[in-house]
């Protein structure tokens, strides 16, 4: 039997999920005998395909942040309204799907909580669907959903937001290529130079063994990090499942993060 080549081309979606799944497990493998932790995403994993292209290539510089500041992008002038942390009642009726509330608390790596931290989601629709004119796959859209909320976090650093469960939907980076339903979250410091950028998964998603961005962190207990947990204590009575998901800032256990903030 001869072997196909495996292409590594970013601009090709012509590899099978057979021939990912076989660089994925080549990479994990390697991984398991190196004996070294790993508890970020890689920066050029190969079966990521445009990660090849997108990845720095040069050593970070210092920039002044006052700088940065007076092109960074701003909200508005007004304050966080609470009602922004529901995505379901941002239109005219209801949206479609399964409404769900996701609560969680941020601390930094000494469990302190992070307090008045902006915490921004966004996400695809009930029928994995974006409101974005990349996103083009024939799923319907909602009316009544737009996908994004944010909020600041209390006291004792809790966040929550009600939202509607996103469905997976399918992307470029291979044939048949499938993406576990999530949901983006980025944190904001004290200004816009401190953004963090993560995404939060599902429990017993069957697509995460099948995709390669979930792949990307080598570590099996640091992508388990990612995953929220169903917590009925959070479900509300004929209303809404519940799911928590906490965050950690620093530390040897602390969230995976993006390297990248494209809408995949």
Sequence with gaps: MTTQPISTDPD????SQEQIDAEIAAIAEDYRASGVEETQPRLDYAPYRSSLLRHPTKSLHHADPETIELWSPCFGHRDVHPLEADLTIQHGGEPLGERMRLVGRIVDGDGRPVRNQLVEIWQANAGGRYIHKRDQHPAPIDPNFTGVGRC?????GYYAFTTIKPGPYPW???RNAW???HIHFSLFGTDFTQRMITQMYFPGDPLF???PIYQSITDPKAR???VARYDHSVTTHEWATGYRWDIVLTGSHRTPLETTTDED
């Design 209 to 211: 063994a099948l995709d």
């Design 152 to 156: 600041l976090t209390d006291d004792d």
């Design 224 to 226: 388990e990090r990612l």
């Design 179 to 181: 993406r576990p339903a």
């Design 12 to 15: 090709s979606a012509s590899a």
């Design 172 to 174: 470029k980076n291979h």
